[in-house]
Nanobody, 121 residues
Framework: QVQLVESGGGLVQAGGSLRLSCAAS????????MGWYRQAPGKQRELVAG???????NYADSVKGRFTISRDNAKNTVYLQMNSLKPEDTAVYYC???????????????WGQGTQVTVSS
């Protein structure tokens, strides 16, 4: 099994910054892609940012220019630097990863437990 552990959420004032971290551990051959999703009360879960193994990035339009996703491959960790935070960024943020395993072989998808981000006005 693979575990994704998120950290870095909390309370912040509008205009402030937070950095989320997600560390993957367990039976991992390679991580093919990692991303951050969020779900606000009464809203559907949405992709915030993703990074592929080749380094390609994508962002939701609502966070472009404010959020940055990055990876530390040696640590199997993905980060989400969030700047200029807005109240509408308030949500539970979830880490997601597509992982290749060898025993049994295949690609698997995993979710973290989520970390709360609350932005006050």
């Amino acid at each position: 099994q693979v575990q994704l552990v998120e950290s870095g959420g909390g309370l912040v004032q509008a205009g402030g910054s937070l950095r989320l971290s997600c560390a993957a551990s367990g039976s991992i051959f390679s991580i093919n892609g990692m991303g951050w999703y969020r779900q606000a009360p009464g809203k559907q879960r949405e992709l915030v940012a993703g990074i592929r193994s080749g380094g390609n990035l994508n962002y939701a339009d609502s966070v472009k220019g404010r959020f940055t996703i990055s990876r530390d491959n040696a640590k199997n960790t993905v980060y989400l630097q969030m700047n200029s935070l807005k109240p509408e960024d308030t949500a539970v943020y979830y880490c997601n990863a597509f992982v290749s395993r060898r025993l049994p072989p295949g690609e698997y998808n995993y979710w973290g437990q989520g970390t709360q981000v609350t932005v006050s006005s």
